[in-house]
């Protein structure tokens, strides 16, 4: 597999592992603390990793997929220690942050153009974490 593939692949990796991580953390804005700030706020950076998504990049790390022979897709014992729903938003926002960082050192690579967007997704998730943990 050539190089652009394999980063094509670290991309399509980290954008699912974004979104489910922003995912989590809006069903638990809205369904358990039902705050509707902190839900349009994440739904907000989701969507903008949409807009990012939207090229042909994206389109093309996920033809690069490999999840049958993916390395870390098995269950690591790390995973079962969740104690709550903070623990989950927490966990995902690292996730999410992680995730972003990595795709905006990939874009560097192959789209210098969304790399300022993704830039400012990540420090939006900063601020989105310190207001969660203000409200608590």
Known sequence: MKQEDKILRVIDANFNRCKEGLRVCEDIFRFILEDDSLRRRIRQIR???DAVASGKII???AAMR???SDLGRNTDALEFKRKNYDDLVYI???RTKESLRVLEECFKIVDKTQVKPLKALRYRTYT???DFLLKK
Do not use: F, P, Y
Request: net charge neutral; glycine share 6%.
């Open 66 to 68: 490999d999840s049958i």
């Open 59 to 61: 389109k093309t790390a």
């Open 92 to 94: 995902n926002l690292q």
């Open 128 to 130: 989105m974490e310190r």
């Open 47 to 49: 969507h903008g990793l």
